[in-house]
Structure formats: C-alpha cells, structure tokens
C-alpha cells in the first residue's frame, strides 16, 4: 500500500487531534491494508530456544503463538519474554528455581511457560484509528488481527505505522515528543541488569553512557552505545550465549557485559529534527529509538511509541 494512497497523516497548526485526510483511513477493515498478512508463528510446544531462533533470523521483537491444529492463537512471545526469563522478572523462576541455573535445560522448557496468554488483538473488520488508539492506550508495539474463527490473519506494529509516516510529520519536531528523562546504563552493566532494567521500566532500549562521567544528570552523559532487547535476544537466539559456557550454569551467560552485545556507532538525532525525518532515518537503518544529543550530551529518546503518541495526541 503506497503512501500517498493511505493515511497522509498530518497535524493540525494547533496541535490539535489527528486528522485523517482521505475518508479510506478511517474505513472498517482498512487496518488490513498495512499489516503483515502471512504471519510467521510457532506452536506452544516449541522450546523457548526455537522461539528466539525463529525471531531473530526473521528479525521480528514478537511471535504469535498459535495452536497447529485449528491455527487459533493461543499467546505471544515477545522479546521482552525472554528478557523476563533471562532475569529479568518472575519467569527467571524457571531457570533460577526449576533448572537450579541449569541453562541448556531451562532453554528447552516449552515456550508456553513464558508467553503472555493475555493478548491484545484486532480483528479483521477494525479501522487503522482502532488500531492506533488500542496500540497507545494499551501501551503494546503490535497487535495480531485475528479473523471471526479466532485465527491469526495478519498483524500490525509500531512500525508499520511510521514507515507510513515517514516523511508527512514535518510540522512536528523531536524535542516535544522525545522522553527526556532518560534512564541509561553503564557499560560494566551485565546482561541479567539490562535485563532487569528493560523488563521492570517496561524498556525496549537503554543507552549506555560512559563510567568516567561522573555527574548525576543524565542530559550531561557521554554516549557510548546502546543496548535494546534485540540484542539481547540475538545474544540468545544466534547461540552466542553457548560460547561463553564451560558449565551449564545460567551465571556464565548473564554475567556477560553489554559492551559485548551492544552497538557503539549511536545512530542519533537532535531536539529540532522533524519527526517525518526521524521516521525515515528509523525506517531506513531498520532501528525503533534514536537518542537524542546536543553536543555529544544525552539529552533524551524519541522512539516509534513517542511517534504514535504524538499523532493521536
């Protein structure tokens, strides 16, 4: 679906609410004209390995999980599930408790034992203003569209959204919508406190800013790099995690630093850069969150959420 024959989103002068211009936007069922209509999925009796794997060679932050039989959905592994099973959270249970910190073990549970049952979804009649507003009231990056038998037809992301709006929000710039208090990490931090972080701040992605600063605010850090979740569940999914093991324990992995996982060339933007600019910087690197930076200082993170928030807002 081309742009130009979509939802050319634009922003009213005053700010006020999102204005659709073409009368197709608002049309019910339309939200299946940008989803992902061949849905890659995974059984629940899949391993939480096999899960990453499939995640990271199609490069997707989410699975639906589905039943093989009937193809209704089931759950949903996201990336932040595994994050909450490498330590982040209370599915770490598993491998702290169940496996005693047996990792090769806890990997291969079912990826049932950590999916989120719960799922937020759409169905196959709703308009793109529903998905929109259940995606940012709802606070979830993406909604599987199921059909009126339960099974998954198609799903739809943050990301299908700005790759729509790249280059239309030019009245919008970076500094009303970024987050500015912005919670970073060191680069001594180990996987299982990026982990933590991510998980209980509801994180996607944290910066990393240099130990020899030494200074309570963060708008006077020096990036280093940036750690997301992805990156994590690369560490996890291309079996890098097994090369730092000489026994089994889950210990060996999580005390890996990020600086081994995360990238130190910052793709970047700054407080007055338009958010139609970002959304084709973040469409064109394939990345979901810039930091923002002024003079090599941290000043904040705009992110595919802050940019569909900033459309409805």
Do not use: W
Request: hydrophobic share 40%; aromatic share 2%; charged share 30%.
């Amino acid at each position: 679906m081309r742009k130009k024959e979509t939802i050319n989103l634009v922003k009213s002068m005053d700010r006020g609410s999102l204005e659709f211009e073409t009368h197709a936007s608002q049309h019910e069922g339309d939200v299946m004209s940008i989803a992902t209509k061949k849905v890659v999925t995974a059984p629940q009796t899949a391993t939480i390995k096999e899960a990453a794997e499939k995640m990271v060679k199609n490069k997707f932050r989410r699975l639906p999980i589905t039943d093989p039989g009937s193809e209704k959905l089931l759950g949903i592994v996201t990336s932040m599930d595994i994050l909450d099973f490498l330590g982040g959270g209370d599915k770490y249970k598993i491998l702290e408790k169940k496996h005693k910190d047996n990792f090769p073990a806890a990997i291969n549970e079912p990826v049932k034992m950590i999916m989120t049952r719960d799922v937020e979804t759409i169905n196959t009649k709703d308009s793109i203003t529903t998905a929109v507003t259940k995606m940012t009231t709802k606070g979830v990056g993406a909604l599987p569209i199921i059909d009126s038998e339960h099974k998954i037809a198609g799903i739809v992301s943050e990301r299908d959204f700005v790759l729509l709006m790249a280059g239309v929000l030019n009245d919008e710039v970076v500094e009303d919508h970024m987050q500015k208090n912005v919670i970073t990490t060191t680069p001594g931090t180990r996987i299982e406190g990026a982990s933590k972080i991510m998980v209980r701040n509801k994180l996607r992605r944290i910066p990393v800013v240099g130990e020899e600063r030494k200074t309570p605010h963060p708008e006077k850090e020096k990036i280093v790099g940036i750690v997301t979740a992805t990156d994590i569940l690369e560490f996890l999914g291309k079996n890098s995690a097994f090369e730092h093991m000489i026994t089994n324990s889950a210990e060996e992995i999580l005390n890996t630093t990020i600086t081994e996982i995360m990238e130190s060339k910052v793709i970047t933007t700054n407080a007055m850069s338009h958010l139609g600019d970002v959304c084709d910087l973040m469409e064109n690197k394939g990345i979901g969150g810039l930091p923002v930076v002024q003079n090599s200082d941290l000043k904040g993170i705009i992110t595919e959420s802050d940019i569909l928030k900033a459309v409805i807002s």
